[in-house]
């Protein structure tokens, strides 16, 4: 294989190694290089709908390698995160290969039945990469140093050996111990792999990097592994993969409260923090437009001070259900007259039933009343919607005034209906007085329906919207909503986080030597 593949790989989970990999890629493709990101094994609840490799369907890929994708300047496929598990809860996960869920399985049943079949997946997805691109830029999973785990490693160390990669290993200094956490990962790799490592890059840091130089020359004297870079704490606008940038179940977290508008001016949004949240990437729009705070709550949470309550996506929404009517939610939902959204699965929270209800593996009960402030019955079955949607848009409830064309995507089991006096709304959605519901993705990273929630939140609260608020709304800015008309149209004035996260590892990185490593002109 004459196709170089660089692995970055990290010394633990959320150490930056998704920023680097889509900065890299922007990079490369900057430089006239096709460029392909991979990621063998991803596990999030963050997922895009893409098209599969043969193009002929729609399939799933998590976030990161959507994004990375979209850095490359490539339309993303399949191939470009060929296995995702998408947790369940109860230490089980979905399993998705080639975009297309195989089943529900406990770790233990994934390695023993479905893990060669996943490894032959990957190999012959980054086979197909590497045959049409210049360079391929993969990311790892968590910590390649996890010695229990090295004979089954698909992100890590199988992708260092299959795809003959050279490795660049990143540590985020934030967490304390950086030179331990470096130290200790180089000693612990199979001396195969450890032998593939070109350097290491140092995230998240904040002050001067001459104060690091004692102790990255000792490390390099300590281990012949050259520190390429010192990266500043930056956050360059890319969605966060997994949930571990939310708050933990029964903690409470605000964000978008740093936008300049006084507290008096502005509307809070409530978001339930689902056990099994999915695709929480959505809410991102609703934080950064200003006036707008974004509330995560715990599931027994009052709404008092909430002034409007978006329901999120789920991984198993008859368990989300369960948790939420347990915790007290219901009651503080029914008892709300502000504004309510939900999105997918949390659509389907807010209807009459929900049937077929046992395929999530919840236990034996058929049916399992909704919150019933929509008329909708939703049934599940085992077949799986996925695909990226483009409608023109008719919003309804608190969702009115919102039209022309939006686009987003689709991920989810089972179909809903209306069976009473509700108002259709896009997305197989409806609308009933301050409630509504979709299964569309990314609504919010369009202008129409977020300027239709937010002005109906703003009405209900009693206050006047700022008037930059709708203007300075910034739902094209993030990466997540890349591709999107509004998007494109609006990255020249807001900054595009792709090249955001590129000049963070230009002008951090010894980018010269990663490609003189990797044989790149």
């Not at 920023?19 to 609840?45: E, I, W, Y």
């Not at 571990?244 to 809070?268: F, H, I, Q, S």
Request: net charge negative; proline share 5%.
């Amino acid at each position: 294989m004459t196709t170089p593949t660089l692995l970055v790989a990290g010394t633990a989970s959320h150490v930056g190694k998704s920023t680097v990999a889509a900065g890299l890629c922007r990079l490369f493709a900057d430089r006239g290089l096709s460029v392909a990101p991979f990621k063998a094994q991803n596990m999030s609840n963050n997922a895009r709908a893409v098209a599969t490799a043969d193009g002929d369907d729609f399939g799933e890929i998590g976030v990161s390698q959507y994004v990375q994708a979209r850095a490359a300047r490539v339309a993303p496929t399949t191939d470009h995160n060929p296995v995702l598990l998408k947790p369940h809860g109860d230490g089980t996960s979905q399993l998705v290969v080639h975009g297309r869920a195989v089943g529900l399985n406990a770790a233990g049943d994934y390695y023993a039945t479905h893990w060669e079949d996943a490894r032959k997946a990957a190999v012959e997805s980054h086979r197909r990469l590497a045959t049409e691109a210049d360079v391929v830029v993969a990311e790892g999973a968590g910590s390649i140093a996890e010695i229990n785990l090295h004979d089954r490693d698909l992100a890590n160390i199988e992708t260092a050996r299959f795809a003959d990669a050279d490795i660049l290993i990143a540590a985020d200094i934030e967490r304390g111990g950086v030179f331990a956490s470096l130290l200790g990962t180089l000693e612990l790799l199979p001396e195969d792999v450890r032998e593939r490592v070109v350097g290491a890059v140092i995230t998240k840091f904040r002050g001067d990097p001459s104060l690091l130089e004692p102790g990255l020359d000792e490390i390099e004297e300590r281990t012949g592994v050259p520190v390429l870079g010192v990266l500043p704490y930056d956050d360059p606008g890319l969605p966060e993969e997994d949930s571990l940038a939310l708050p933990a179940e029964g903690e409470r977290a605000t964000v978008g409260d740093d936008d300049g508008v006084a507290a008096e001016r502005a509307v809070t949004i409530g978001v339930p923090r689902l056990p099994r949240i999915s695709n929480a990437t959505d809410f991102g729009p609703l934080a950064e437009t200003p006036g707008v705070r974004v509330a995560y709550l715990p599931l027994d949470a009052t709404l008092d001070g909430i002034d409007g309550v978006v329901l999120p996506g789920s991984k198993n929404t008859v368990d989300d259900l369960l948790a939420l009517r347990d915790a007290g939610f219901g009651d503080e939902l029914a008892a709300f007259d502000g504004p309510v959204v939900g999105i997918c699965g949390g659509y389907q929270l807010l209807g009459e039933t929900i049937e077929n209800a046992d395929i999530e593996g919840t236990g034996d009960d058929e049916t399992v009343d909704g919150f019933g402030l929509l008329p909708i019955v939703t049934r599940f079955s085992r077949d799986k919607r996925v695909e990226p949607v483009s409608v023109e848009f008719d919003g309804a409830g608190p969702l009115a005034g919102a039209v022309g064309t939006i686009d987003g995507y689709e991920i989810h089991m089972g179909d809903s209906r209306i069976v009473g006096d509700a108002a259709p709304v896009s997305g197989d959605g409806a609308a009933l007085g301050r409630v509504a519901g979709t299964y569309i993705h990314d609504l919010f990273a369009n202008d129409s329906p977020r300027n239709a929630f937010v002005d109906a939140v703003y009405e209900s609260a009693g206050r006047d919207r700022p008037a930059t608020s709708a203007a300075g709304a910034t739902g094209g800015k993030r990466a997540e909503t890349a591709g999107t008309p509004e998007a494109d149209a609006d990255a020249g004035a807001s900054g595009d986080p792709y090249d955001h996260a590129a000049a963070l590892v230009a002008d951090n990185l010894d980018v010269a030597a990663l490609c003189d490593a990797l044989g790149l002109e």
